[in-house]
């Protein structure tokens, strides 16, 4: 195994997987490399790190190190986890990051209670993930460690090693997905393991993924970068970068995989106005399902949701409005996770846009009202309407940015035909929300009003201005206002209409404009007739009252 070379002023400390066994020391399978100081000597090294002066010879004959008080700097020095100082007093990791509902379980009490932001972290304790739920942690070498949502991990151990030259940690996966981020080169030395049901993944220098696929019954490992060594079943394999590993219960690691290339985002919004998000990506050749994860920073290391599909889009998330970042891998057929693809979008839905109630999509206005109404959205405070000749809004009719109530007046009326109108609320404590897609709507030509009327004795004629080309009209007349009672009914393309005269009395007509292409106006308003008693049966009333 190549080792890192550490800077002069520093210790660095590796850890390193071996076989080799010392001929004066006890078997030694851990070790770790010390790289001396200026000013080192085998004396002041085993002090500072090793749990016995007695070791000094043995360290001498372990590393062939020919003069123990002069040991040129940069010299890296071979030392048996056995034979070093441990502690476990004082060590502790730190919760730097919570989203959603995550649990923790004390080893000393058994009691759960939610994590917060800031809490310590001891050996032995447990960390349960809700679903949508993340903890990130940090540990005493500046490792971090990302709790996927639904995700349970036992913090098996944390020891330093010497003269706290290294730390060891051990985690527990037992379900979920961890991300892992540990530090190449630091001041302390890093042994940092993930230990699950069927392997165990060790690292130094490295960010990297460890998840259970299926049933618990295998260990996916994904390395972003450094190296991995995973072990199972007596038998270790290193996985570099760009490479992931799967290893089933009761097997030994399988062969390293090339990690799949970050998914296309290209065609992927920037903008979403309404929820659930619909995200759309191109397929990505080799990839059997996609996970998604948005967060509030562009590290991800504040993660709000993640969610994974088999088919695309991804539909799904529930986030306040605002700035995030979007990442989206593949998973191949394996269970192995690839490369991120990352892009920022801004979710703006709230607060929702009203429900419409007239003019609906492709509905009509009413000619002589000229109204537009919804649904009153209780979180708005006020309304934005536009009305426009085109569906992008750059051919403005009418705009008003405060309108308090849920309905809107066109002040001026419109000609016949074809338009547009979109409505957004807006809320004191979440500024505007997203318009309404664009609604069409009809402006059609209004019932034509009475303009002649004309009576005799069997007769009555009715007339109007002439319509457009191609229009026709729908005329009625009734012995009451509801129009119940009808007593002429008739389509007709002319602008005068005869009908016989019915008896002296009250009576009322209205019209409507039927267009060339079928589309039939609203009835104009009512309008009252008084037809007067024909001279005739005047004459027959009086002579009867002679009689």
Known sequence: MKLCKSNMNWIGWVWMFTGFLAMTAPAAAEEWIYTVRPGDNLWNVTERHLSSMRYVRQLQQLNKILNPYAIPPGTQIRIPVAWSKQTTDGVSARVINVQGTAMLKRSDSGENIPIELGM???????????????????????SILRLQDGSLIRINAMKIFGDFGLVDTLIDLQQGRTESAVPEKSETGTRF???????????????????????????????????????????????????????????PPGAPVKLLPPPDLSSTPSLYEQLPLVITLNLLEGA????????????????????????????????????????????????????????????????????????LPDGVADPVAREFQWAVQPEASHYIVMVSKDAGFTDLIAQDTQVKNNK???????????YFWRIASVSATEGM???????????????????????????????????????????????????????????????????????????????????????????????????????????DIAVRAAH
């Not at 079943?233 to 097997?251: C, D, F, N, R, S």
């Not at 809107?408 to 074809?418: I, N, Q, V």
């Not at 004795?457 to 129009?483: I, N, V, Y």
């Open 120 to 142: 310590q972290l001891f050996a032995g304790d447990e960390i349960r993930s809700d679903n949508d739920g993340f903890v990130t942690v940090e540990f005493a070498d500046h």
């Open 408 to 418: 809107f007046h066109l002040t001026d009326p419109l000609t016949p035909g074809h």
């Open 288 to 359: 059997v399902a996609y996970r998604a994860q948005i967060a509030s920073d562009q590290n991800f290391e504040s993660l709000r949701t993640e969610f994974t599909t088999g088919k695309l889009p991804f539909r799904d998330g529930d986030i306040p409005d605002g700035d995030y970042w979007l990442r989206v891998r593949g998973i191949d057929v394996n269970g192995i996770e690839g490369y991120d693809a990352v892009i920022a979008f801004t979710l703006n839905a709230r607060p929702e846009p009203p429900f419409i109630l007239a003019p």
């Open 193 to 251: 393991r993930i230990k699950t049901p069927s392997a165990v993944s060790s690292v130094r220098g490295t960010d990297f993924r460890v998840g259970m696929t299926g049933m618990n019954e295998s260990t996916s490992s994904e390395v972003l970068s450094g190296l991995v060594q995973v072990s199972a079943e007596a038998k270790e394999i290193g996985v570099p970068a760009g490479y992931g590993t799967v290893t089933a219960q009761g097997l």
């Open 433 to 539: 929300g997203p318009f309404t897609d664009a609604i069409p709507f009809r402006m059609p030509y209004p019932g034509p009003a009475m303009e002649e009327t004309k009576f005799d004795k069997s007769q009555m004629t009715f007339g109007w201005r002439a319509g457009g080309e191609g229009q026709r009209f729908h005329f009625q007349l009734a012995s009451d206002k509801e129009f119940q009672q009808i007593l002429h009914d008739e389509q007709t393309p002319a602008t005068r209409l005869t009908v016989q005269r019915p008896d002296g009395g009250t009576y009322y007509l209205r019209t409507k404009t039927i267009e060339a292409d079928g589309f039939e106006g609203p009835w104009g308003p009512p309008q009252a007739v008084e037809i007067p008693l024909c001279q005739s049966l005047l004459d």
